[in-house]
Structure formats: structure tokens, C-alpha cells
């Protein structure tokens, strides 16, 4: 099956390159980056072995909607997207944290709960809940962005005591968190949608706190359907949803959760296929809008011409 594994590109006035777990980012002349979204796949910090073909552009353009969406609530990085794949924007400095909040108790913060802990990033969480269970509030749970391997979790007094964010900062990006959730949340319900949780990374250009790299996201988000949930909550089984938490079950099925010199089995191409038919869902039930594929013909060629023409009318434009 095709996929976009990674790209090679080397642009004008391009001063370095890095990989990311999932993107390709080209930094020009220390002003802009070209990030592409390739179709490779993580879970619990690690890259898997085979890619899953269209979720780079499921990523993408999932993104690009809600950045559109969302930019009179929160500055963000974008000058525009000019290929399915592919986001030009500002290039920010970014904060060393990344930040997750939380309307549902599911995933990692299940997990630690199920193991007796009641306290996450310094947030206390009630006793006696179910998993999927709702929060009396949404509680945000920062973590420290790891350069491999896991991010590591982290309270609000730690990022300020430690320096990592300034007090005035941080607390300037946990209303614009909140207030992007608010708003995700509203969006998701008309599509008949509850956004769960969600995670959001922040940089800073010329003292503008920016909303960077992907906004609402199968990726970042975790997704279930409306209109079942209580009725699955209240026979304490497991909620129909949107996102890769399914792939993590499948890893820890198969004895992997990530562990230190562990390998990832390798996906089966009914799950490849599985995998991408969930992302192509997500976005059409999300954005209400049709998931038209790229197509992989002369793919990387195509791209490339059209970043080419993008940056050079940046150039033009910061010219004038």
C-alpha cells in the first residue's frame, strides 16, 4: 500500500531540517517552516514500522480547518496550506511544554487512575469514577516535551518554579486552552461529537503567544459519539470513539506499551486498512465536510512545486 514514509526536499534560503514523530519540518531563513504531514504513526512515543496511507493528509487538512476556525479565539502559526499535506506558517519559538486537558477520564490519565493514583500534573482527580467518566471540570495536564522516548507529565507549579514558562505566560495559555476546548466542544456536539480531550502546543513570536503545529486532530484528540454515550457509560462498557486510542489497545494486546528497548509488532494490512478508514471518518464526521483522497502519482514532485511557489510569494510579499 502507498504511503508518504518521510520527504527530502531541500528549498531556498533553508537553514535545517527536522523529522518528527509524524512530520517533515523545513525551517527557511529562520522566519517560516514548511511542515509536512507524512503518513507515519506513533503511539506511546513510538514510531510504528509501516505508515498509514491518506493520515497525513487526514492530519493536514483536519488541522487547516479548525486553525481557520479557531484564529479570532487564539493566534496561530499559519501563513497558509498550500498542498493537502502541507502547512506554511510562522516560526515561533515554542514553549517546552505541551498541554493536555481533560473533560473525560480515558486514556493515559485512566490508566494512572486505575493503578490508585488520584493526583495528575498536580490535579486531584474525585474518587469513585468509571472510565469515560465525565469531570466535574475539565482539568489540564501539562506535559514536557520529549526530544524521544515519553513525554513526561508535570504540574503547573513545576513548569513556573523550574522556568520553563513564565507565570503570566502560562496562565495566558491556559485560558486559551480552555477557551479552545470550550469552542472544540461545542463544534463537536453539532456533529454529534464529544471531544474528550485534546492536546495543544504553544510558541511565541515577537511576544504573541501562538497556537502552533495541529489543532483538533485524531492525533491530538480523542473523540466519542454523542448520541450512544450515556447509554454505554451506564453498562460501564467501552465507548464507541474516534482516535487512536484503538491502535494503543491493538499495541497493548500484542504486549507492547512502548517499554524501553521493546519493538512494535509490525501492523497487519487489515489494520492499515482499518486505521485509515478511522481517520478519513473522524474528519468526515468532524468537519462535515467530504475526505477526497490525494492520490500517491508523482506525489513528492507535485508537493514539492507547489511549496516552491508558495515560499517564493512569502518572499515577494515580505519584500514589498
Not at 508518504?4 to 537553514?15: E, W
Not at 513525554?151 to 514558562?165: F, H, N, R, Y
Not at 486498512?273 to 468526515?284: A, D, P
Amino acid at each position: 500500500m502507498k504511503a508518504l514514509i518521510a520527504t527530502n526536499f531541500f528549498f531556498p534560503k533553508q537553514k535545517n531540517f527536522y523529522r518528527g514523530k509524524v512530520r517533515d519540518v523545513y525551517n527557511i531563513n529562520d522566519d517560516v517552516l514548511v511542515m509536512i504531514a507524512t503518513d507515519r504513526i506513533s503511539a506511546f512515543d513510538v514510531v510504528m514500522t509501516k505508515a498509514i496511507p491518506y493520515k497525513g493528509q487526514v492530519l493536514n487538512q483536519t488541522a487547516a480547518f479548525f486553525f481557520e476556525l479557531t484564529k479570532n479565539i487564539v493566534p496561530n502559526w499559519i501563513i497558509s496550506s498550500p498542498h493537502t499535506n502541507v502547512t506554511i506558517g510562522h516560526r515561533c519559538k515554542p514553549y517546552q511544554v505541551e498541554i493536555v486537558i481533560r473533560g473525560y477520564l480515558t486514556g493515559h490519565a485512566w490508566r494512572e487512575y486505575k493503578s490508585g493514583k488520584r493526583m495528575i500534573c498536580g490535579v486531584a482527580m474525585p474518587d469513585g469514577m468509571l472510565e469515560n467518566d465525565k469531570f466535574p471540570t475539565p482539568i489540564i495536564t501539562p506535559t514536557i516535551k520529549a526530544v524521544s522516548g515519553h513525554d513526561t507529565d508535570i504540574s503547573k507549579e513545576e513548569i513556573i518554579a523550574q522556568g520553563l514558562v513564565s507565570k503570566t505566560d502560562f496562565e495566558q495559555i491556559e485560558k486559551h486552552t480552555r477557551d479552545l476546548y470550550a469552542f472544540g466542544t461545542e463544534f463537536a456536539l453539532k456533529q454529534g461529537l464529544i471531544l474528550v480531550d485534546t492536546k495543544y502546543e504553544f510558541g511565541n513570536k515577537n511576544g504573541i503567544i501562538m497556537l502552533m503545529d495541529e489543532v483538533h486532530t485524531p492525533d491530538s484528540s480523542r473523540y466519542f459519539y454523542s448520541d450512544t454515550y450515556a447509554e454505554i457509560q451506564a453498562k460501564d462498557q467501552q465507548q464507541r470513539q474516534l482516535s487512536k486510542e484503538f491502535v494503543r489497545q491493538w499495541l497493548i494486546s500484542q504486549g507492547f506499551q512502548g517499554q524501553e528497548g521493546a519493538s512494535a509488532p509490525t501492523f497487519p494490512d487489515d489494520l492499515i486498512e482499518n486505521i485509515t478508514n478511522r481517520y478519513v471518518e473522524l474528519y468526515e464526521n468532524i468537519t462535515g465536510n467530504a475526505f477526497v483522497k490525494n492520490g500517491y502519482e508523482n506525489f513528492e514532485d507535485k508537493m514539492e512545486k507547489v511549496i516552491l511557489v508558495e515560499l517564493e510569494k512569502i518572499a515577494n510579499k515580505a519584500a514589498k
